[in-house]
């Protein structure tokens, strides 16, 4: 019943946090400038980033959804605009290297985890106040 | 030739003959080489030392008969900012990074034990010095000379004319240069066989990772006070350099206590050691190429070659050393049970290395696009955003667990009741933000934070309770003097907590607006209300400048006037840069940037960062959690005298 519960709290939050209508700040952080600078549209304040925010806002008041305006910015200017690749061919590799990563991480974890002879030498904390000349070390 | 490059040439032969000395020395047996290895290496310093001394006096003399003096300073540039110009340009940088491998190598001379381990190190550390040194005499050299003597220079770019900028690049540098001893200390002890290593280089790790935050927090003081676009951090190649080496460093710092503890672990820190030089170069590298585009690169330069043969001979090397000696570092069993201390190190070590792999990926992806598709793709922050902000709040999770668990092993009963309050805390977090209308990553950043600071201030209470009834009347700060790393440890996890919090404020909770205000007419922003009272114009010999005066006023009360500033220079390419005006609350900031301007309005960009300060407050505390721990034991070892006759008593 508690664990009912907690799974309908985390859906209600992440509900929460999806179900809002497409804002300028959305896309912005998506698309670079196209002035050149190289910087996100939100973080560069000069006249050709003021005009492309125009452009959007325009494309949300006509109630365009995100990838529509994403979609239109790219036929526009080029995919040069993207902040980031598209998540297909060459570059989804971009996107599963991280997934393949931490899986292969805890597939190692895994195996460290069940091997448990180890032995026990010292508490790390307190061999600071001893003189690791004296310690007897392996050689 | 100039007298600053025939002493740098002096540094060169100098290195060439103490790395041959080393050499020779450790494989003949023969200690008197050693010794001259040793003078050499205090040779090679004193001649760096007096090479850069030559150039910052070139600079504070505007004698541009030097290239690089010509190309980076000016008549006009004040004293303070012609001595930082001095690593301004590639050339300065790389003699700056000489100069602080020699004087690693001197204080590793004068302060550790002179045995086989140190033999190895020193030897390793002059093969890397040699390597800086010979791009130094000859494709970096930073005394070209022009032949003539230009009126004046270039002069330095303003944005590099900040005390942050003063402090960024040492400071960086000093973390850089101190990866390259660590790197050394891992390899030699690998190749001499010897656990010690991870003993003595703790100091060391310790010391670079300090440096390392450091430069990492005035770079990104820089970004927000100076670059004017109202961040900290833009996840470009040149940042993410600088990141790349702190994870991988923060992951040994850990997992080093495991090798101690359990003599495991040998090749994974070995591994660590190598990843965190290996991205240092790459980071010197991909800074000064211009091969990844970036807004902090130095252009295009013939470094290519040299540094692309260091990044594959430094593999090399590793991974033959590795070959040799895999009877030594052969695995062995670290773990006795999974809800200890050692088994959160393994996955803290997997996040900051997933991170770190993360974004090295990220940052040489575009180059991996152009290979195969012939296009250059552009890795924003919305990738790193969606792919660390996970890592990061498990992180911080686990900051928690490690606090928790002890070593060794943990019965359920004890964990149940280790971990009861910070669970409290943390659905404590989770029902105040949805009730304060938070969005959903805030929640759960406010809800992990409280979690893990939790565990925290819990275990601070019971160690008092324990210390007290263990050492009696010692005093609680002898108590903790004597575990220095271990509240060292738990002092930086407190930084890091205030780091986080503050990042995270200021991507889910930033606020901002373009506004054009009228002059006279309040406009309210937030709980501020702004009026343009005047425009402000200013010409010098130096820049012209266009400022806008603005009263901030709040509740009634007249907080101050604020001077957001567009400032045109007119030496060099005659840039514009934006002075933005900072007004802190803390842990907020509001933050103006000006866009532009006439007698009767002002464009700008208002912000309100919400806990900004938490991440310069976190960086602080974190460096003095390393500084705690990195208290030498002699200083204190006279305050536990007490604590032994308690001790003696009691056993």
Known sequence: MKLKAVIVLFLLLIAGGKALAVTLDDIQSDVLCTCGCGMILKSCECGTAAKLREEINQMISSGMTKEEIIAELQSTYGKEILANPPKEGVFAGLWYYPVVLISAGLIVLYVILKRRRSEWYADPDEIINEDYEDLELEH | MDIGYIFLFIAFISTLYSTAAYYFGIKEKRASYLKNGEKAIYLSAATTLVSSALLVYYF????????????????????????????????????????????????????????????????????????????????????????????????????????????????????????????????????????????????????????????????????????????????????????????????????????????GMKLWNIILAFMTFEFVILGTYITRSGVISSVHAFGQSNLTPPFTFMLFAVFAITLYIIYERKDYIKSKDIIEAAASKEATFLFNNLILVTSALTVFWGTIFPLISEGITGYKVTIGPPFYNTVITPLAFFLIILLGLCIAFPWRRTSGKELLKRLRLPAAAFVAGLVYSIAVGHRFEMVIAISSFLFAITTHLQQYIWDTASFREQYGNLSLIKIVLRRRRRYGGYTAHLGLLLVFIGIAGGIYAQEYENVRLQIHQPANFGEYTLIYSAPDYEDTPLKTTWAAKIEIWKDGRLLGVARPAIEQYKAGNGEQIRKVYIHTEFPKDLYLILNGIDENSALLTVKIEPTVNLIWLGSWVLTAGGVFALIPRRFVRGLFEGAKKKEEVVS
């Open chain 2, 60 to 263: 504070l003399t505007d004698n541009f008969r030097i290239e690089y003096v010509a190309y980076h300073s000016n008549i006009a540039l004040p004293a303070a900012y012609k001595i930082t110009a001095f690593w301004a340009g590639s050339e300065g940088s790389l003699l700056l990074w000489t100069i602080l491998i020699m004087g690693y190598a001197v204080a590793y001379v004068r302060m550790e034990k002179k045995d086989l381990l140190s033999a190895y190190t020193l030897l390793i550390v002059n093969i890397i010095a040699l390597f800086f040194l010979s791009l130094l005499i000859s494709i970096q050299n930073p005394f070209r000379d022009l032949g003539f003597m230009p009126s004046d220079g270039a002069g330095l770019n303003p944005l590099l004319q900040t005390p942050e900028m003063a402090a960024h690049p040492p400071t960086l540098f000093l973390g850089y240069a101190g990866s390259a001893i660590v790197y050394a200390l891992a390899l030699a002890g690998v190749m001499t066989a010897n656990d010690t290593w991870v003993y003595r280089g703790r100091k060391w790790i310790v010391f670079t990772w300090i440096w390392l935050t450091q430069g990492i927090f005035w770079g990104a003081l820089w970004a927000y006070d100076v670059l004017g676009w109202g961040g900290y951090w833009a996840w470009d190649p040149v940042e993410n350099s600088s990141l790349l080496p702190w994870l991988t460093l923060s992951a040994l710092m850990h997992s080093v206590m495991i090798q101690e503890a359990r003599r």
